[in-house]
């Protein structure tokens, strides 16, 4: 028997009483198989019993009701409950065609003529899976399962289309907004364009006509015309004013008028601003944040961030060191330089042990020069840090007794270095001596200093809310104990303004901005404010005097272009070295990614989502259940088709 292999399907089956085979029929030949049923029939004591006997691949399942046995032979992968299925509703056919004392007196085989057809009938019927209710049922389900992915599956793209729709919309408004804007603006340039010309023209003919007036009475008209035509040139040479505040955002300040003429947005979540550094050369500046580790990148041509770069923590100081390197010092004393170019983080090392304060670099020595908390200067050769694992200072400066605030750094190979801290002093130094070669005592502490383009007056802006102007010939001495200055400098005070943040000369005037916001113009020569902007509430932590960008059009009618059009070049600072010279094992953080197809299935199975038990001995209960599950499926379906038709 162990030679036949039938697979899912019935070949035998016959009813038995007692020991006497009454009827049987069989699909194929098999040796043997009288023994065997008598050999099983033996063993069947019970009147109600159920057996099965599993050879290699066939399986002999034993029905016995009321000393009726009847035996169904099947394959190894039929199913168990669909065979009893099989043997009952055999049972119960024949006892319905022959009565007992009919049967019980039959010889062997005796009504293999009138019964074993309709057990072959049977045996078709039931070897059909299709006609099994619990198999068209899961057919059925399968097929709306089909059906509810496809639907996801268009929904999910349907989603994308709408988000494209919704961003291009978006950028169709800002751009109508724009050109409504510039259609105003160049209405209005126009206007004034035309009226100059009338102007000029009506001058000039004016001129020509009274020209011999004009030679009688000496007067010179070329020059005169010559005035006139400059004066957009000298227009064009004005500068302005780029200035951060504490609380993240950045003002473009007409030097003429201090007048706003501009703004770009503070960064999202920022807690403050802790240093910047501009690069008008690239039309870009860099913000850091006090506390997070992030950089922000902006551009001269958007008023929103371009970037934004998580670092290894947080900067207190950033430096634009000419157009290849970005070099910014750490709270913990660390110095850490980028390229320029691709952002890749090419040197990281300490050097100090606090904060680092201010980054100067000298272009023509190439010396790069920290100071920090631990009041001490520290000169590092550019070139040689790429060189060595652990980069060593050229010189270090220790005379300083509190953390230095400030550095400046002049021109030349033997450029100076001036260094203010709050131990209320003033030094200068020469590069390569130990010792400063003069030494100031301030009456406050100081906190920012520039030196003037004549390279004659150093200005120091103090906490007391006083800049303290000293000539660099005379060498004055400020007397802390009655606050007066010696005869050859000079003060430059406004009240109520806190203390000064920031200080630069330009054009023979002192600009200086304070702890309130408040951003004044001195003149140097009276020390009275000749211009004031109190427009910002925020204090300025740096401002820097940049000539005006190429991509404005005038400076008294600037505005920042949002165009998708424009093409801006952003910058990513990376967290790793781009050369093995550190291991660092900050993880990266991974932002959560958008749902995807997935869990958009796992949602929705969730709500109908039950397991299907076929292990019930109850068919009838079971059938109830599929068709409930059903049910709740084709609900799931009718509602995704009403969604994509309400999206449609």
Known sequence: MEKYNPGASIIYSCVAYSETILVEYSDVSIPQIDSVIHQILKKVINVNDTMVVRKENIIINVLSKYNLVTVAITGTTFPTERVFDFLDDIYVTFVKTFNEDQWKKCSEKTLNS???????????????????????????????????????????????????????????????????????????????????????????????????????????????????????????KMKSIIATTLDGFTYLINTQNNQIQCKWKQPQNITSASTVSYNPSQSKFI???????????????????????????????????????IVGGTISGKIVVWSNSNGLLLKQFQAHNKKITSIVYCNDNGILITAGEDSVIRGWNFVSLFCNSVPEPLFTYTSHSLPITALYCGEGLNAGIISIALDNTMKCWKIGDSTPTASFTLPSQPLCVCVNSSKTVISVGCIDGKVYSIPVLYAPQFDRINKKQDMQGKVFYHSDCGAVRCV???????????????????????????????????????????????????????????????????????????????????????????????????TIYSSTSHSIDTSTPNNQSEIEKLKMELQRWKTVNSQLIRLLQRTN
Not at 198 to 222: E, H, M, Q, R
Not at 292 to 312: C, D, G, H, M, Q
Not at 555 to 563: A, F, N, Q, V
């Open 114 to 236: 009138t019964f074993s057809l309709l057990i072959k009938q049977k045996i078709k019927h039931f070897n059909d899976l299709t006609t099994d209710p619990l198999n068209s049922i899961q057919l059925t389900m399968n097929d709306t399962l089909n059906q509810i992915n496809d639907n996801i599956d268009v929904l999910v793209n349907r989603g994308n289309v709408l988000d494209e729709i919704e961003t291009n919309s978006n950028y169709l408004a800002e751009a109508s907004l724009e050109l409504e804007r510039s259609s105003v603006k160049l209405r209005q340039k126009y206007y004034l364009t035309t009226t100059k010309t009338i102007f000029l023209i009506f001058f000039l003919v004016v001129v020509c006509y009274s020209l011999p007036y004009f030679n009688d009475k000496n007067i010179n008209i070329y020059s005169l015309c010559y005035f006139l035509l400059n004066l957009k040139t000298n227009k064009s």
């Open 287 to 325: 913000l850091c944040d006090n506390e997070k580790s992030f950089t922000y990148e902006y551009s001269f041509i958007r008023e929103n961030v371009i970037a934004k770069s998580p670092i290894l923590e947080p900067l207190s100081s950033i430096y634009y060191l000419s157009t290849s390197y």
């Open 504 to 602: 630069q000369e330009y054009n023979d005037t002192l600009i200086v901005s304070y702890q309130n916001g408040n951003l004044i113009t001195f003149d140097c020569e009276t020390t009275e404010p000749l211009l004031v902007n109190d427009e910002i509430k925020s204090p300025i932590i740096h401002f820097q005097i940049i000539s005006p960008p190429l991509h404005f059009n005038s400076l008294e009618d600037l505005t920042i272009k949002k165009s998708k059009e424009w093409k801006v070049d952003t910058l990513i600072l990376k967290k790793y070295p781009a050369l093995v010279d550190e291991i660092l094992s900050t993880p990266i953080s991974i932002c959560p990614s958008k749902p995807s197809k997935y869990d958009l299935q796992k």
